[in-house]
């Protein structure tokens, strides 16, 4: 068989690689003018692909927030800019805007246990938010749904005692409902609240399996180091509230006289009974606080015209990964080292640009992404650029799902909120690509990611996903397989396979929109009639 790891052959395949994508791209520029095409020749793959493997290295320990790997990783990225032309737009002249941070770890005398079997924190359960430290032993109760609702003519909690008891809650809808149609109700009307006024003293999620997601994969994902600003890190919740894994969801149905997949769909029915469990659930539960800082890493290009220059559009990926955990290096490549490599991309070829755009142009590597947005939000709340003159933000975040092949569809999450939506179909079908709405919408996406809080301040924003798939149902295919083999784990690699020209597409897009808003006569606005409408630059939507 080929011998793939032959250095002659790597570097004819890389050249064969850079040549294919040179075909696809310039075929594909058909729609663009004079200065929109020299542009995108100026997007370096090299660059993307450079910045991409050298963030993914483990030198950088997944460049975890609060770790050392992190810290190195924003001191690179500064380099970056700074060799590229970007002038600094961070603390003091520098390049990186500090915010301090509290990380909250369970200690090893932390201990969880069912009848008596300690439960493994990452396999079996998780916090579902900051606890107390706290100790006790509780009494269960299955509560199924825990709605009361006359709506849907359901009263989970008939005649049922919880003072001084854990309610055990089903997470997924019943039957005969869709996951994103019972997300709908829950968001209207949660249980948790209900639950607590009616004297429980905690709460185990179990999932049914019909959930949105697993409850094994939202164990792992919560199990992880919490980091939060100083202000949410002191608000500690004082009752244990818990995400099961399956196996252990399981146990607590051991002599009820019904396994746990009966009784899940015995919940669905209208006419569901409580039920105590029998096995007894202690904890003891204890935590170690450490606050330091973290940096977002900022760059700014001056516009070239005397008026317009004082206007910015705002470029961001986030840079940080789950570092390193329980031995084992996060280096999350494709979420999110290969959105840095795209955008310190388009920023080195803005740089180069004989004539710079007329609107400034401000890009941002962000910090602690994966635990809330906070280095985004910290940056909406304390811009280094006035907030009332961001024209908008452009984002790059995703799955890698543009080096799985070459581009065909490219998802603009929010287009459809603010006349961005126009320009982004525009831009994607004379690049020969075809706009794609949200094809997940149950998720969320447009809520996740480091757009967002540019939203909540007013600001019109995008973030770019681009698909080698040509249909909807291929992008969840892929999606889904990228996130139950590499979302957030170890296995976030780069890897030879990787298609580079289609992580160029989405730098060019990303490019090419921002030079059309950065030449536009006037900013971008929000369209009439979504609840985006009435924001102006510089108001705060609620988070």
């Known amino acids: 068989m080929f011998n793939f790891r032959s250095h002659n052959f790597m570097r004819a395949g890389m050249a064969l ?17 004079k200065d929109e095409k020299r542009l995108t020749k100026s997007i370096n793959i090299k660059t993307i692909q450079r910045i991409t493997s050298e963030l993914s290295d483990d030198k950088f320990e997944g460049r975890g927030t609060l770790q050392r790997g992190g810290d190195m990783a924003a001191s690179w990225i500064a380099d970056q800019m700074r060799a590229m032309g970007l002038k600094p737009l961070g603390d003091n002249g520098t ?21 008596g079997e300690k439960l493994v924190y990452g396999k079996d359960w998780s916090a579902g938010a900051l606890l107390a430290d706290m100790k006790g032993e509780s009494k269960l109760v299955f509560v199924g749904h825990g709605m009361v609702s006359d709506e849907l003519g359901r009263n989970d909690l008939k005649d049922v005692d919880l003072k001084g008891k854990i309610a055990v809650l089903i997470d997924g809808p019943p039957l005969k409902y869709t996951a994103e149609k019972w997300k709908e109700i829950t968001d209207k009307t949660s249980a948790l609240p209900l639950l607590i006024q009616r004297g429980a003293v905690g709460v185990l999620l179990v999932g049914n399996g019909r959930e949105l997601y697993k409850h094994d994969f939202i164990v792992d994902q919560t199990a992880r180091r919490n980091i939060a600003t100083i202000e949410v890190a002191k608000q500690r919740l004082p009752l244990p509230i818990m995400f099961l894994g399956d196996s252990a969801g399981a146990k607590l149905f051991a002599g009820s006289g019904m396994t746990k997949a009966e009784a899940m769909d015995d919940a669905s029915d209208l006419e569901f009974q409580p039920m105590n469990l029998k096995p007894a659930f202690k904890f003891d539960l204890r935590a170690k606080q450490t606050e330091a800082n973290s940096h977002n890493v900022v760059g700014y290009i001056e516009g070239s015209d005397p008026i317009l220059k004082n206007e910015a559009i ?5 840079y940080d990964g789950f570092g390193k955990l329980n031995g084992k290096i996060y280096n999350a490549a494709a979420d999110n080292a290969i959105g840095n490599g795209e955008m310190l991309a388009v920023a080195e070829a803005f740089s180069k640009m004989k004539v710079k755009p007329k609107r400034s142009l401000v890009f941002v590597s962000t910090t602690s992404e994966e635990y809330g947005l906070l280095g985004g939000y910290h940056f909406a709340k304390n811009p280094k650029w006035d907030i009332t003159k961001v024209a908008a933000n452009l984002n790059l975040d995703g799955i890698g799902t543009e080096i799985m092949g070459p581009i065909k569809n ?12 126009a320009m982004f179909n525009d831009v994607a079908r004379a690049y020969k690509i075809t706009p794609m709405e949200d094809p997940i919408p149950e998720q969320g996406v447009f809520g996740r990611s480091d757009h967002y809080p540019f939203v909540t301040r007013g600001v019109p924003a995008l973030m770019l996903v681009g698909s080698p798939e040509a249909t909807k149902e291929g992008f969840v295919k ?26 160029k597409t989405v730098a060019d897009m990303m490019g090419i929109l921002g030079y059309r808003i950065a030449q536009a006569d006037s900013m971008p606005t929000w369209l009439p009639g979504n609840k985006y409408s009435k924001l102006r630059r510089g108001d705060t939507l609620p988070q």
């Open 17 to 33: 690689l850079l040549l294919v994508g040179f075909v696809l791209n310039t075929a594909a520029q058909s729609g663009l003018s």
């Open 478 to 503: 892929r999606f889904n397989e990228f996130e139950e083999t590499k979302y957030h784990q170890p296995s976030d690699d780069v890897y030879k396979d990787w298609y580079w020209p289609g992580a």
């Open 410 to 421: 490219m998802v603009g999450f929010g287009a459809e909120y603010s006349s961005l939506g």
């Open 314 to 318: 705002v470029f961001t990926a986030h």
């Open 95 to 115: 390049y990186l805007q500090s915010m301090p941070l509290v990380e909250t770890v369970f200690t090893d005398e932390t201990n969880v246990s069912l009848d």
